[in-house]
């Protein structure tokens, strides 16, 4: 294939199939939540159809129906489980393998399974590295329904907060809480606003994974390199 005709979906496709090479020969696998992780996931359910002993943990209820549908063997929610590697995306990673994650507002239940896992490997296109976080996206933060404008309005202190909606109806997470953007810019200490922001009442969880990351696969139109 020419690299002019290389779109975004056929680098989410070779990241998912180059993320495969690290698989654990059986045992049990985190599967994250995205449009990059799906290609992932429909190669583990021809895998498990051909007999190999994997078991997933997903991380939102798109990536449970998912799975379901391929065959693919699910621990139950409550955990705790044995993760050895944790497969998912990221909508913006630095150099130093840090994330911003929670585009597809999963990143609570993401960031529950990444710290059960052994090993997380992030797949990601190209389109999503950048030199610092919070250059191209917001910081997603899951907050309580509970006086979430109390809780939006502490946020102000660190940036812009804007409440999530789809067709003009506020999303809610899996967990049925509310979603803010928080518009901070570059965002020069990572940990530290992972560790601010988390401690303001009503915040569930930050979409901030700080050393949270043990691989990167990325794939771009000249082909598929690991940070
Ligand atoms: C969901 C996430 C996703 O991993 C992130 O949004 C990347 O999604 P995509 O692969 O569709 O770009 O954090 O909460």
Not at 19 to 45: Q, Y
Not at 151 to 157: C, F, K
Not at 192 to 206: I, K, N, S, T, Y
Request: proline content about 5%; aromatic content about 4%.
């Amino acid at each position: 294939m020419s690299t002019a005709q290389f779109t975004q979906e056929d680098a989410k496709k070779a990241a998912a199939v180059a993320a495969l090479s690290e698989l654990p020969e059986a045992g049990v696998i985190g599967l994250g939540t995205g449009s990059t992780i799906r290609p992932f996931v429909d190669e583990i359910g021809k895998l498990v159809a051909q007999g190999r002993k994997l078991v997933g943990v997903p991380t939102s209820e798109a990536t449970r129906k998912q799975a379901i549908a391929l065959g693919i063997p699910l621990l139950s929610d409550d955990g705790p489980w044995d993760i050895l590697v944790c497969f998912d995306g990221a909508d913006e990673v630095d150099a130093e393998k840090n994330l911003i994650k929670g585009g597809g507002a999963a990143h609570t239940r993401e960031k529950i399974v990444n710290y059960a896992a052994k090993k997380n490997v992030i797949v990601v296109d190209e389109s999503k590295l950048s030199r610092r976080l919070g250059e191209k996206w917001p910081v997603p933060i899951e907050v309580l329904a509970f006086a979430h404008l109390a809780t939006a309005r502490l946020l102000e202190a660190h940036g812009v907060p804007t409440m999530r909606r789809k067709d003009g109806v506020p999303v809610k997470t899996d967990s049925g809480n509310y979603v803010y953007d928080l518009k901070v810019g570059e965002i020069a200490d990572p940990a530290a606003l992972e560790r601010v922001l988390g401690a303001v009442p009503g915040v569930v969880e930050v979409g901030l994974f700080v050393g949270r990351a043990d691989v990167v696969v990325i794939a771009g139109a000249t082909g598929v390199r690991r940070l």
